[in-house]
């Protein structure tokens, strides 16, 4: 009896006249090696900020020079970030299936919201000690609102590499198609999804609805969105409750 006939069947390496071989960068999911370096470009950009931090309180009294020097380069730091996931994102691209893409993207982004809420909040106090009757605050608070931006936005770029190639290869895998406008709907929903990428919140959005089309890491999805607003919404309740009970209590 053959093999055959015992139900087993045997895989030909060589692709069959008339067929087309499996591709390399089959999606098998589960977790990525690319992932690893999302964690670890993740833990760069949070590490820099202290490091500038420490290495500017032992400058500032004796390296003048050194300090101007080291606030230069922490505003590209995070652009060696993106060079390098740049660089990642044309090898692989093709290898490896778009969905990896996509969480390593995820990584990133979603990791970077805390990283963005308190250079926001550092922003929003910069601006409003403009107004304030300390002169010397005109000055020095849009240079450093300036460092800010620029910073947050060359971070913000850290993932876009990742998110480009992905709305490269679903256009061309006809993810977005639609009935209406076929291949063409996919192409311009990955042309304005890589716009996105070069805009604060726009680049989340875009993501998010990468992942409910792809319907992958949505619960992950669905946490980050809620719990900012749950921890939102228990600040504001403490705080209340704190104010009425000073207010008992005098």
């Not at 004796?62 to 300090?67: H, K, N, P, V």
């Not at 000055?139 to 936005?153: K, R």
């Amino acid at each position: 009896m053959s093999y055959q006939q015992q139900g087993y069947q045997i895989q030909n390496p060589y692709p069959v006249q008339g067929q087309s071989p499996v591709p390399a960068g089959e999606f098998k999911g589960g977790f990525h090696p690319l992932y690893i370096w999302s964690i670890v470009s993740l833990v760069l950009t949070y590490s820099y900020v202290f490091i500038f931090a420490l290495m500017s309180n032992l400058l500032r009294d004796t390296y003048l020079e050194g300090l101007s020097v080291l606030q230069t380069a922490a505003l590209f730091f995070p652009l060696v970030i993106t060079i390098t996931n740049t660089v990642i994102a044309i090898l692989l691209n093709r290898k490896i299936d778009r969905r990896y893409f996509l969480g390593a993207s995820l990584i990133l982004k979603y990791g970077l919201i805390p990283y963005f809420i308190a250079g926001g909040f550092l922003i929003a106090i910069f601006f409003l000690l403009i107004f304030t009757p300390v002169v010397i605050m005109i000055f020095v608070s849009p240079p450093v609102i300036i460092c800010l931006s620029v910073i947050g936005w060359v971070s913000m770029s850290e993932s876009a590499p990742f998110m480009v190639v992905y709305f490269i290869n679903a256009a061309k895998d006809g993810v977005f198609d639609c009935k209406k406008l076929k291949k063409t709907g996919s192409v311009l929903y990955a042309v304005f999804g890589s716009i996105m990428q070069m805009f604060f919140c726009l680049d989340v959005a875009a993501a998010v609805a990468a992942c409910f089309k792809e319907k992958r890491h949505i619960k992950l999805t669905i946490v980050v969105m809620v719990l900012p607003l749950v921890i939102f919404g228990v600040g504001m309740a403490i705080l209340i409750i704190t104010g009425s009970l000073k207010g008992a209590a005098r």
